[in-house]
């Protein structure tokens, strides 16, 4: 791998940034040189949340931004925004950084988010070879490759929006999809449309790139597999596999969590965490924070800047049972042998963190995929219990308390989110299929 130099391009968002920095650091520690390439806001908070931790380097993983289109003080949880902006500005200023970099050092190949597909234009028009990493479940690339489908079977109109309520199964045990929630919700209608009408131009060109990796496990999806058979999975792509390393994070971690932690009893800890772009209501916050309270057991809460409607000082949440950070070392987190329980979002890489650990999950879908993965959780892993909301909108603390007694009580879920551990354990180990995809892929930067 001494004379590759391959490039990365993840989408704009920490649940992308993560797992493509992950993958960037298992090339690079073969040897090759790697180009990562954030938006400018994303590399600062890069940077900021890198200053002061003290980890392994070692390997040669380059940092380098373009600008996302937007002006710095727009919001960028507005994904329909954000990816209107990228499409009008990225392309040009991604053809200027290659064209600058490969006059000294040529890229071998590029590999791009399955949501940034646009970016194959550029490299065929390079002459550079692409792969396509798409960092999501292989049912969600499967569910967005066939939008034209559910928009011919009346499901969906022509800007992405549910004609009928319908639940859909794509294979006969997978995952289950309503029409009501698809991948594409996000904020307001305006944003919702403008989604839409991104993932139906990314997802054209990502389909015809030749090599697609996805930072799944075979055994989790292995129907759904089936029907996408070009998609390969590599999973699970960890921080500090390999390197030690973890990852380009947007917020610093708060590693003191870690000695509270090994204070605790085993299996004892309440983990909850809703990844990067989750916004709870005030009300509902201190409604769960009661729910806590109401279980009498240790926990560990993440609440992010800006998870709430309303600012807010997290402090007024803290129980003597419990800690509160703004950003967890989450993977850590998730392997100490206190945790008893993760309460998430069900975001794709809090999904596949958990099964690595062997962690039951309390689901709390916010948008886009996770709705996918809570049923994959529930319905088809069998690893986790759904929280249900009253008439009110409203996750109440009764039903918290009742459903974490219910999970922790439940041997047969416990047992089986241990059992799926050792999938993920098997397919990163020589021989295994993830592991003999990505020697497969290696093979083809090499060539
Ligand atoms: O305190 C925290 C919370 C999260 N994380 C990490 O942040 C990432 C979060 O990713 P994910 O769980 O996938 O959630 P989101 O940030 O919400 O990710 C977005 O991107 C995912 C991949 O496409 C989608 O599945 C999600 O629905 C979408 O919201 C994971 O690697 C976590 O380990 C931390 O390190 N510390």
């Not at 194959?120 to 002459?127: M, S």
């Not at 993760?342 to 975001?347: N, R």
């Not at 529930?378 to 219910?406: A, M, N, P, R, S």
């Amino acid at each position: 791998m001494e004379n590759s130099h391959v490039l990365v391009l993840p989408f704009p968002a920490q649940g992308h940034v993560n797992p493509l920095m992950h993958f960037a650091w298992r090339i690079a520690n073969l040897g090759s040189k790697v180009t990562f390439v954030n938006t400018d806001f994303n590399h600062k908070r890069v940077l900021s949340a890198m200053a002061g931790r003290n980890e392994p380097t070692g390997s040669d993983v380059n940092l380098v931004s373009i600008p996302d289109g937007m002006d710095p003080e727009d919001d960028r949880t507005d994904i329909g925004k954000l990816c209107e902006a990228m499409l009008i500005t990225m392309r040009k200023k991604f053809q200027d950084l290659i064209e600058d970099i490969n006059k000294n050092h040529p890229f071998t190949c590029i590999i791009v988010d399955g949501t940034m597909g646009w970016a194959r234009e550029v490299a065929d028009k390079l002459g550079i070879r692409v792969a396509m990493f798409w960092p999501a479940s292989a049912a969600i690339f499967c569910q967005l490759a066939n939008i034209s489908n559910l928009n011919r079977d009346g499901y969906i109109d022509s800007d992405g929006f549910a004609i009928k309520k319908h639940k859909i199964q794509i294979s006969p045990s997978g995952p289950i999809f309503d029409s009501d929630n698809l991948a594409w919700k996000v904020g307001n209608a305006y944003s919702q449309k403008a989604f839409f009408k991104y993932i139906e131009r990314v997802m054209e060109d990502s389909q015809l790139i030749e090599w697609q990796l996805c930072n799944s496990i075979h055994e989790l999806e292995a129907e759904v597999f089936s029907l996408v058979p070009k998609l390969l999975p590599i999973g699970p792509l960890l921080a500090g596999y390999d390197t030690g390393n973890s990852g380009a994070q947007f917020w610093p971690e708060d590693s003191s969590c870690l000695k509270w932690l090994d204070r605790q009893p085993s299996q004892s800890v309440i983990y909850v965490a809703f990844g990067s772009l989750t916004i709870f209501d005030q009300s509902q916050l201190q409604e769960l924070a009661l729910g806590l309270k109401l279980t009498n057991k240790p926990f560990l809460w993440v609440v992010r800047p800006g998870n709430s409607t309303q600012e807010s000082n997290p402090n007024e949440f803290e129980d003597s049972h419990g800690k509160i950070i703004s950003w967890a070392p989450q993977q850590k987190v998730l392997s100490h042998p206190a945790i008893a329980c993760f309460v998430s979002h069900c975001g794709w890489n809090s999904a596949i963190e958990g099964v690595s650990n062997g962690v039951p999950f309390l689901c709390w879908p916010y948008f886009t995929d996770q709705f996918v993965n809570k049923s994959y959780i529930c319905d088809v892993w069998k690893i986790g219990l759904g929280l249900d909301k009253d008439e009110k909108g409203i996750i109440t603390k009764e039903e918290f308390k009742q459903k974490v007694e219910l999970l922790l009580g439940d041997k047969i879920t416990i047992k089986k989110a241990l059992e799926l551990k050792q999938f993920a354990e098997d397919n990163i180990r020589e021989g295994g299929q993830s592991s003999t995809n990505f020697s497969n892929f290696i093979k083809w930067v090499e060539a």
